[in-house]
């Protein structure tokens, strides 16, 4: 089955940049997108289709998908940024939904 | 507007089954792609089931064959039911209206049931 691979955490400052990895097996020719879940709500959506960002969410998220690694990169970071971030693709072999395991943002 | 209400999470023995329902409006659900996600206490997020438009059905392989998502048209809604019920079933189910590719429609979540599942 498919897996993808996220550090348990990310520290930053605040007015840094904080950068999210998600590592798959070729995920570069697959769609990722991009959930941030604060404590006690759930998940919202933040990117997707690598790079797209919804309506609402701030233009300081971006994201890119390339080779084995998928990236978000949170620019200026706040400290209502503070949440977990997974991502997510659709595995077509296996027509399975895959999640990563989840990355904590920390802001110092 | 899009809204999703879970409904029928509950406590209950191992062993035992529940049925989840999720209410929608706002959208026709037979038209939209269905998923429930779970997520353990503490945990990340788990896919369980989605449902196609077309009628496609697909499980996460850990479950094996003891839930079954299905929809009612009429009623717009989407359900779970659950058999066999572990302790490791224990979580928060969402229901989730997929996002759309062809017109980069964001998805939309509920907020969830709770399953507890303990003697």
């Known amino acids: 089955s498919y897996v993808l691979t996220q550090p348990p955490s990310v520290s930053v400052a605040p007015g840094q940049t904080a950068s999210i990895s998600c590592g798959g097996n070729?995920?570069?020719?697959?769609?990722v997108h991009w959930y941030q879940q604060k404590p006690g709500q759930a998940p919202v959506l933040v990117m997707y289709?690598?790079?797209d960002r919804p309506s609402g969410i701030p233009e300081r998220f971006s994201g890119s998908n390339s080779g084995n690694t998928a990236t978000l990169t949170i620019s200026r970071v706040e400290a209502g940024d503070e949440a977990d971030y997974y991502c997510q693709v659709w595995d077509s072999s296996s027509d399975h939904r895959v999640f990563g395991g989840g990355t904590k943002l920390t802001v110092l | 507007e899009v809204q999703l209400v879970e409904s029928g999470g509950g406590l209950v023995k191992p062993g035992g089954s529940l049925r989840l329902s999720c209410a929608a409006s706002g959208f026709t659900l037979s038209a939209s792609r269905m998923s429930w996600v779970r997520q353990a206490p503490g945990k990340g997020l788990e896919w369980v089931s989605t449902i196609f438009t077309t009628g496609h059905i697909y499980y996460t392989d850990s479950l094996k064959g003891r839930f079954a998502i299905s929809r009612d048209n009429a009623k717009n809604s989407l359900y779970l039911q659950m058999n066999s019920l572990r302790a490791d079933d224990t979580g928060l189910y969402y229901c989730?209206?997929?996002?759309?590719?062809?017109?980069?429609?964001?998805?939309?979540w509920g907020q969830g049931t709770l399953v507890t599942v303990s003697s």
């Open positions: 070729k995920i570069g020719t697959k769609s």
């Open positions: 289709y690598d790079s």
């Open positions: 989730v209206k997929d996002m759309v590719a062809a017109t980069r429609e964001r998805d939309y």
